[in-house]
Nanobody, 119 residues
Framework: QVQLVESGGGLVQPGGSLRLSCAASGTIFSIYAMGWYRQAPGKQRELVAAITRGGSTNYIDSVKGRFTISRDNAKNTVYLQMNSLKPEDTAVYYC?????????????WGQGTQVTVSS
């Protein structure tokens, strides 16, 4: 059984920072791409940032220069450092990872963590 557990969400004022973490646990042979998605009320889930096992990254335009995705392969953990937060960043943030486990590869999701940017 593989699980992704997120932490680090919360309420922050505009211009503030938060750091999200997502740790994978269970029977894991390898983790390929990892990413962070978000879903705001009434909107579709969107990919915010992704990182390959080798460290290549990509971001949606609206967060470039403000958010940084990173990963620690030894800890099976991915991070999202969010700076200069704006109200429009408010959403539930979900961790995603393509993981090779016993018998198959599968896209796993975390439970989601709420990020609210408001004064």
């Amino acid at each position: 059984q593989v699980q992704l557990v997120e932490s680090g969400g919360g309420l922050v004022q505009p211009g503030g920072s938060l750091r999200l973490s997502c740790a994978a646990s269970g029977t894991i042979f390898s983790i390929y791409a990892m990413g962070w998605y978000r879903q705001a009320p009434g909107k579709q889930r969107e990919l915010v940032a992704a990182i390959t096992r080798g460290g290549s990254t990509n971001y949606i335009d609206s967060v470039k220069g403000r958010f940084t995705i990173s990963r620690d392969n030894a800890k099976n953990t991915v991070y999202l450092q969010m700076n200069s937060l704006k109200p429009e960043d408010t959403a539930v943030y979900y961790c995603n990872a393509l993981i090779r486990t016993v018998g198959h590869e599968y896209d796993y999701w975390g439970q989601g963590t709420q990020v609210t940017v408001s004064s």
